[in-house]
């Protein structure tokens, strides 16, 4: 049971470099979630997706993009990379109409830009 | 936005000790959930236990519960019969139904052996 898969685990950019994570679910999941994690400053949503063809943003959304072309799948992108987005980044999926439905993780990715 | 309060950046235990961690929230809503995570220096992020607002009794799952207060609008985690592998970060999130979840910034547990 594969859950929420993030491709890659690590990556190191140069600043003005792109690069795209990708996030994979198999649970069938309505929503999913794009979130990043600094020391002392918790997980913070940077765009989410309601449904195939659906995104929206968060609380930190600029200088990246994401999309949402099939329902399992939420891809973020960012097309300059800049120092100020070295990060953990967390791709989340849950069900929309169960509340107490939890968020199920994937595994983040280490993003290093130098 | 929801603010999600963890007041404890940094908290520790001994072995076989309750250890309880604190999370506050601001929200005018009556309806709405609440979860706690743990992420363990694997960083997997863990369900450990979650709580509907509308529900009086106190969640439990094994060695972890919550004290709910709603009208002060605090979730505290005890861990009881603390055990190494309980070291991790506790994240604390709330969700408003069919809506984002908003999380605190954490409290860093160590176990003293």
């Known amino acids: 049971n594969a859950g929420v898969t993030q491709t890659p685990k690590f990556r190191v950019l140069k600043t003005g470099q792109s690069m795209t994570l990708l996030c994979a679910q198999d649970?069938?999941?309505?929503?999913m979630y794009w979130y990043r994690q600094d020391p002392g400053m918790g997980l913070r949503l940077i765009h989410y997706?309601?449904?195939?063809?659906?995104?929206a943003k968060g609380e930190v959304p600029d200088g990246y993009n994401v999309s949402r072309l099939k329902k399992q799948n939420f891809l973020l992108g960012l097309e300059s990379a800049a120092p100020s987005q070295t990060s953990v980044y967390f791709c989340?999926?849950?069900?929309?109409?169960?509340?107490?439905?939890?968020?199920?993780f994937g595994n983040g990715t280490r993003l290093t830009v130098t | 936005a929801q603010t999600v309060t963890q007041s404890q950046p940094e908290m520790s235990v001994q072995e076989a000790e309750t250890v309880t961690l604190s999370c506050t929230y601001d929200?005018?809503?009556?309806?709405?959930?609440l979860f706690w995570y743990k992420q363990p220096p694997s960083r997997q992020m863990i369900l450990v236990i979650r709580?509907?607002?509308?529900?009086?009794q106190n969640a439990t799952e094994n060695r972890f519960s919550v004290n709910f207060q709603k009208a002060a609008k605090s979730f505290s985690l005890k861990i009881s019969d603390s055990q190494l592998g309980d070291a991790a970060m506790y994240f604390c999130?709330?969700?408003?139904?069919?809506?984002?979840?908003?999380f605190g910034t954490g409290t860093s547990l160590t176990v003293i052996p």
């Open positions: 989340a999926s849950s069900y929309v109409d169960r509340g107490d439905s939890p968020l199920h």
């Open positions: 999130a709330y969700r408003r139904v069919g809506n984002q979840f908003y």
């Open positions: 649970m069938n999941h309505e929503y």
């Open positions: 997706s309601v449904g195939e063809g659906t995104t």
């Open positions: 929200t005018s809503e009556s309806d709405y959930y």
């Open positions: 709580q509907e607002a509308y529900k009086q």
